[in-house]
């Protein structure tokens, strides 16, 4: 923010979730995802992250398909709540990893 006052409130809004954050994400492969809702529970240690049914804490990521490509999947994931790597777990949970 360019003033300080503008950064107070953009920083409040965060931290209250009045900020929904949409990612945009191209993944190998096609796939169709039509208001997917991925629920996994994400274990996290050490910066690693994965899905673990038995340790793992409550995540969900909505995924919707933009558009396809001749060898990739333009996505928008909605991570309603924020585990470390949530997006990248879910996805590739569902068989569909971020192309890097």
């Known amino acids: 923010a360019k003033h300080a006052e503008a950064y107070r409130h953009f920083a409040i809004s965060l931290e209250k979730r009045q900020v929904k954050k949409i990612y945009h994400a191209v993944l190998n492969g096609i796939h169709d995802f039509k208001d997917l809702e991925a629920d ?4 996290s240690s050490n910066s690693k992250s994965r899905v ?38 879910h996805l590739a949970h569902h068989e569909a990893p971020i192309a890097c």
Do not use: A, M, W
């Open 40 to 43: 996994q529970p994400i274990y």
């Open 52 to 89: 673990d049914f038995r340790e793992g804490k409550p995540s969900l990521t909505l995924v919707s398909t933009i558009e396809h490509f001749k060898k990739n999947t333009l996505v928008k994931c909605f991570p309603v709540s924020g585990r470390l790597h949530q997006i990248r777990v």
